[in-house]
């Protein structure tokens, strides 16, 4: 019962959720009133444009940061009646991130990168190395557990950087902006990765997007404007 329970559960509920920040005397509202479910398995194009809050929302549905009103819940669980410790790791366990900028450890070797998560979560150092491993060959880059990120084409760090994501198999990934720093053709590349390695996998994404013809690759637009969710899309661009 419990199994089934679980997989009808909405992997996020988002409910109220309200963010403003000061600004000399006054108070700007960021996010007003945001509400939303997330099913687990599905593939979310959060939209809006530059400064919509995009950012602030996932870091919101990730507890880095904290609503003024309204709660989000991750797989049934408040994350407004945790405290930091357990933020931290429910984070590990089932949170993946992917990044602009990469966000890869210059000082650690492409292996370290890949591993930490599962390194933070106690995993033996053999485990480790296997998984490792085997996440290197699915982002197509074999054999290079001792290269330093710097090494590395954008589109490899970016590749490294997924393979981080989801090493400890985490339920729900938040990317922002992933293909952002890359050219073009290196962000379809980084795309096609993403997609290939969500297909059948029962993970839930959300990524951040400017671009139209990744928004319907997914099976759902969030759309932000001024703060709140919208259907308004015609400013997305190719
Ligand atoms: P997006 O990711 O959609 O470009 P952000 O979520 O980064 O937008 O930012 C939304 C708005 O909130 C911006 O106007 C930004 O300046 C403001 N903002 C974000 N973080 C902070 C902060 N820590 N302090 C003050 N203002 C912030
Ligand atoms: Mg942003």
Redesign the pocket.
């Given at each position: 019962m419990e199994s089934t329970h679980q997989a009808l559960m909405p992997i996020l509920a988002v409910a109220g959720i309200g963010k403003s920040?000061?600004?000399g005397h006054q108070r700007?509202t960021?996010l007003a009133d945001i509400g939303f479910e997330v099913a687990r398995g599905e593939c979310i194009a959060l939209v809006?444009?530059?400064?919509?809050?995009?950012?602030?929302?996932l870091n919101l549905l990730a507890g880095i940061d904290k609503p003024d009103t309204g709660d989000v819940e991750i797989m049934g669980r408040s994350l407004g009646a945790m405290g930091e410790p357990e933020l931290t790791l429910l984070r590990r366990k089932h949170i993946g991130f992917i990044y602009q900028f990469f966000n890869l450890i210059p000082t650690l070797t492409l292996a370290e990168n890949i591993g930490l998560p599962l390194e933070l979560n106690g995993a033996p150092a053999r485990q480790r190395r296997d998984r490792v491993r085997d996440w290197l060959a699915k982002v197509g880059l074999d054999g290079r557990e001792g290269a330093f990120p710097d090494e590395l084409s954008g589109g490899e760090q970016q590749r490294v950087a997924i393979a981080r994501a989801l090493i400890h198999e985490p339920a729900l990934v938040l990317a922002?902006e992933p293909t952002g720093n890359l050219d073009a053709r290196t962000g379809q590349i980084v795309l096609e990765l993403l997609a290939h390695l969500f297909r059948d996998e029962g993970r839930t994404l959300i990524l951040?997007t400017h671009s139209r013809k990744v928004s319907e690759i997914t099976d759902r637009i969030l759309a932000?404007d001024n703060g709140r969710l919208s259907s308004n899309t015609e400013w997305l661009s190719w």
């Open positions: 920040y000061a600004e700007r960021v809006g444009q530059s400064g919509s809050g995009k950012s602030t929302l922002d951040v932000l």
